[in-house]
């Protein structure tokens, strides 16, 4: 039987990656409500938006002292918007953090390999949360559906 008939049958949802220049996958996700572009990032530690970006995915943003650091830049200052509605396909993620931060470096290493910029990053809270499993060869990630209780 094929692994991809298993997991919907156990509950995962099938999400499309799209395989960039730069060897990143690129999937679209939704953020309360609104549609983005993001490269999935099994090395990020958080996942996270352009700050410059919290009016258009509707966060409500408090500082944070927490400084990140990552392909090739630290020290960066970041801010922090809980509550948010995440949606990967028809994976529902309610009270998902995020992590605001300036991704200027992120996207000039994508436009200099011929890549789209992106809104964010989905990293490794989120594939850790929906018990992810990324099928390379067929380029499609799978998230155990999230059960809220009322």
Excluded: P
Excluded at 17 to 36: D, M, R, S, V, Y
Excluded at 111 to 120: C, I, M, P, R, S
Aim: overall charge positive; proline content about 0%.
């Amino acid at each position: 039987m094929r692994l991809n008939k298993i997991l919907l049958r156990k509950g995962y949802t099938k999400i499309n990656l799209k395989k960039i220049n730069t060897n990143h996958f690129e999937l679209k996700a939704t953020i309360n409500g609104i549609k983005g572009r993001f490269i999935l990032d099994t090395g990020a530690s958080n996942s996270c938006i352009d700050i410059n970006l919290s009016e258009k995915f509707k966060l409500d943003v408090k500082d944070s002292e927490t400084k990140a650091a990552g392909a090739g830049a630290i020290d960066i200052e970041t801010k922090i918007s809980s509550k948010n509605k995440l949606e990967l396909k028809k994976w529902n993620y309610y009270n998902c953090q995020i992590v605001l931060l300036d991704l200027t470096h992120v996207n000039t290493a994508l436009t200099e390999h011929k890549a789209n910029a992106v809104d964010g990053i989905i990293g490794a809270d989120i594939l850790e949360k929906g018990k992810a499993i990324i099928d390379y060869k067929n380029q499609l990630l799978f998230l155990k559906r999230l059960v809220y209780k009322h």
